[in-house]
């Protein structure tokens, strides 16, 4: 995907970049194959994959919610920056944190917000579960783990009334998986996005889901009693 026809396809999206935007984005590109020669942060090193397969991908999140409000998210598994980095240059008002259990990848990220300029958006060295520090309007991850270890781990960031946007692959076996954890966290599954990347037409699924403002107190602790990498 070329830059031209990132923009046509964003502007599917209802999202209509500046200049500014188009150049942080190229700018990010630049830092990311520059630090990837350093640290594995993608295997994905192409300009035209980088724009379909991340850049893209990561926007795709505005297909199921409005982010042009002022809106606090969190990235768990942030990685690179993915989504987080890319939603936070295209929709500047979201205040922004980056969670990931890697320090270098940290690192990295801090220097992409810096040479960036970008404003409300920091980067935290930790794991999901051992982050208590606030709770966000929306909780976000792009393939990092299972659909409901994910929801078990991450329910204590997300606010009453907020949602859940999981970006996926194949999603079936998964939300087959998830339903016992929906029902004992009182979540509801208000939206299920299916799609195909343009080119390549790789199939991708978004998941919204909300968590109920009665839920908050409805909820055991480590109900799935599996043991857990760090995330």
Do not use: C, W
Not at 88 to 99: A, E, G
Not at 180 to 194: M, V
């Amino acid at each position: 995907m070329n830059r031209e026809k990132f923009i046509e396809e964003l502007n599917k999206l209802n999202i209509n970049l500046t200049k500014k935007q188009e150049e942080q984005l190229e700018n990010y590109y630049k830092l990311l194959i520059e630090e990837n020669q350093k640290q594995n942060l993608t295997r994905i090193t192409k300009k035209e994959d980088v724009y379909l397969k991340h850049f893209y991908d990561s926007l795709t999140i505005a297909k199921v919610i409005d982010l042009t409000q002022n809106l606090t998210l969190i990235d768990i598994g942030t990685g690179a920056g993915f989504p987080g980095i890319v939603l936070k240059i295209v929709f500047p008002n979201l205040k922004i944190t980056l969670l990931d259990s890697l320090n270098k990848r940290v690192n990295f990220l801090n220097q992409v917000i810096k040479k960036l300029n970008l404003k409300d958006i920091k980067a935290v060295h930790s794991r999901i579960e051992d982050y208590q520090d606030e709770t966000f309007d929306i909780v976000t991850s792009r393939a990092v783990a299972k659909t409901n270890i994910l929801l078990e781990l991450s329910i204590k960031l997300l606010k009453s009334g907020g949602y859940f946007i999981l970006l996926k692959a194949n999603i079936e076996d998964e939300l087959k998986e998830s339903q016992k954890a929906l029902n004992i966290l009182n979540l509801k599954l208000e939206a299920k996005e299916t799609l195909t990347l343009p080119i390549e037409n790789s199939k991708r699924t978004i998941l919204k889901i909300k968590k109920l403002k009665e839920a908050d107190k409805k909820y055991p602790r480590n109900f799935t009693k599996i043991k857990q990498n760090p995330l």
